[in-house]
């Protein structure tokens, strides 16, 4: 079955934003086999390339270009399940969404989810980077 907008969670709602975890340590080292230097290392390899994934998917909002949206943010999707599925995840996947269906309605609010969770993210990625 091929997912769409109306089954998935709407990044709208701010229940989900405020009480979910933007990451947890050990859902994240059991998708990648209890190596926690390893984690690590995806860690700091997501924080280098976020701004870029996230300005991909800001250009494909403010150019309202679908493909390009759904793309973008699958990617950062990808790159973002390495640490379970967490607020950006959702976000992500929500705003691919919209640009599968070629839908425009709450885009920039969606984008200001991701945005917010994604540094929610990186302050907990860095947190745990630094921990021993």
């Not at 089954?7 to 086999?33: M, S």
């Not at 997501?46 to 994934?53: A, K, M, T």
């Amino acid at each position: 079955m091929k997912a769409n907008s109306k089954n998935i969670v709407d990044c709208r709602e701010e229940k989900w934003l405020n009480d979910e975890t933007v990451f947890d340590k050990n859902e994240a080292l059991e998708i990648n086999g209890d190596e926690e230097e390893f984690l690590k290392e995806l860690a700091e390899m997501f924080i280098d390339g976020l701004p870029e994934q996230i300005s991909l998917v800001k250009k494909a909002v403010d150019s309202r270009d679908s493909n390009a949206l759904e793309k973008s943010a699958h990617n950062l999707k990808g790159a973002v399940a390495n640490f379970g599925k967490n607020t950006v995840f959702k976000a992500a996947l929500s705003l691919e969404m919209m640009g599968r269906e070629n839908r425009w309605d709450g885009v920039e609010e969606a984008y200001g989810a991701l945005t917010r969770e994604a540094e929610r993210l990186v302050y907990a990625l860095s947190e745990f980077v630094k921990s021993k």
